[in-house]
């Protein structure tokens, strides 16, 4: 259990800002099997850009519907004119607390409000599962997705040990 001295709520709130770059037709959709390939591809691209494949990876991104979906998490999947551009998992650790893991948007479509959909999205779906919690395990050298975290009310805590090396920081936020 984290340890955590102040409430912080997440936010499913928060405001897209408006630029020209935002996607207009983004379609935030449940993960079906026929995601898989794009699910594994999506974060092998930004995993493999700043570290290196871990076990725990392999295990979440081989077998999603086993590893996640079959114990209790959810995965959304972000669609541009149908294609996939984004996702983002929940892990279900116990009944009131969930991981927010696996957030990833195409290279193609970052800095366009589709990461903060996606976790607005899964924000609102955990609330909705009844979950007390979110958790968050990252690295530092991702300024873009610490930003977008913190936008979305996450605030950095100690938490248990990672199963992840590149793990340097880890993030919660108390849903209410």
Known sequence: MAEHSETHECSDQAPIPSSSK????IQIVEYEAKYQTSFKKLNEEWITQWFKMEEA???????????????????????????PVGTCALIKINS??????????S??????????????????????????????ESNTILTSAIN????????????????YERCNIQMECILE
């Not at 935002?22 to 037709?25: E, K, V």
């Not at 607390?97 to 696996?102: D, G, V």
């Not at 990461?115 to 599962?129: C, P, S, T, V």
């Open 96 to 105: 009131e607390t969930y991981e927010l893991a696996k957030m990833s948007v």
């Open 22 to 25: 935002q996607i207009a037709d």
């Open 148 to 163: 977008l975290y913190h936008k979305l009310g996450f605030k950095e805590v100690k938490g248990a040990l990672s199963p």
């Open 57 to 83: 990876d392999h295990l979440s991104l081989n077998s999603p519907q086993a590893y996640i979906c079959d114990n209790g998490g959810h995965i959304l999947i972000a669609l541009c004119n149908g294609e």
């Open 107 to 136: 290279t193609q479509c970052r800095g366009q409000g589709v990461g903060l959909r996606l976790g607005q999205e899964m924000i609102a779906k955990a609330k909705k599962l009844g979950a007390k919690r979110l958790y968050l």
